[in-house]
């Protein structure tokens, strides 16, 4: 079946703009799952949707990230008023029940702010 | 929260000669423990896992090995193979079903 899209795969803004990045899980998947992954670097988890519970926000850099996730499946993470520091790629994964599970990942989209 | 430290953060081998990347984390309540393959260019992907109920699993060339005293896993590549290279992320999972991730290796399997 389909895995994790991700869309745009590549998005260049300019500095102070406000960016959307979509996730589309595996179906049937109940969690989800964004990071973000700089440059030669390691996975910086970011949030954690699980089912209708209310998503676990501890790793948001700052107010400026946001993310929903409506129905239960689509996803979007939003950045507002980028800077420079945000070019990385944000990397979106799922699991069919949680954590302890496998994580699917997706193709990630690449985000480079001028 | 849960902390993940990963070492070595580079590792070269020679083809056929065995690798081994250590992992320790901080909550004792993690329970979960997978390791990921990141080819370059792509995404990551699951390669292996073990749970804390046990203390070793292997799967063909890979092993990892997991001692909850002293909060450390390990994986265990051998016979290495040049399509080995890539960057290996372990991570665990603490309570409330999120996940963290270590910094990642990137390994080099030299021909």
């Known amino acids: 079946g389909a895995g994790v899209s991700q869309s745009p795969s590549n998005k260049v803004t300019e500095k102070g703009k406000d960016v959307e990045l979509r996730c589309d899980p595996i179906?049937?998947?109940?969690?989800l799952y964004w990071y973000r992954q700089s440059l030669g670097q390691g996975l910086e988890f970011l949030i954690y949707?699980?089912?209708?519970?209310?998503?676990?926000k501890s790793g948001l850099p700052s107010d400026r990230f946001s993310a929903e996730r409506t129905g239960g499946s689509v996803s979007t993470l939003t950045i507002q008023r980028t800077q420079q520091e945000d070019s990385a790629v944000y990397l979106c994964?799922?699991?069919?029940?949680?954590?302890?599970?496998?994580?699917?990942f997706g193709p990630g989209t690449r985000l480079l702010v001028l | 929260g849960e902390n993940v430290e990963q070492h070595p953060s580079t590792l070269s081998v020679q083809e056929g000669d065995s690798a081994v990347i250590k992992c320790t984390y901080s909550?004792?309540?993690?329970?979960?423990f997978p390791w990921y393959k990141q080819e370059l260019g792509k995404r990551p992907q699951l390669i292996i896992d073990?749970?804390?109920?046990?203390g070793e699993k292997k799967d063909q060339r890979i092993a990892v090995t997991l001692n909850k005293t002293a909060k450390h896993f390990s994986l265990h590549i051998t016979e290495t193979q040049p399509e080995d290279s890539a960057v290996y992320f372990c991570?665990?999972?603490?309570?409330?079903?999120?996940?963290?991730f270590g910094a990642g290796t990137r390994l080099t399997v030299k021909p």
């Open positions: 073990i749970r804390s109920n046990v």
């Open positions: 909550d004792s309540a993690s329970n979960y």
């Open positions: 949707f699980q089912g209708n519970s209310a998503p676990d």
């Open positions: 179906s049937g998947h109940t969690a």
């Open positions: 994964a799922s699991s069919l029940q949680g954590g302890r599970e496998t994580q699917y």
């Open positions: 991570a665990a999972s603490p309570m409330g079903n999120d996940m963290r």
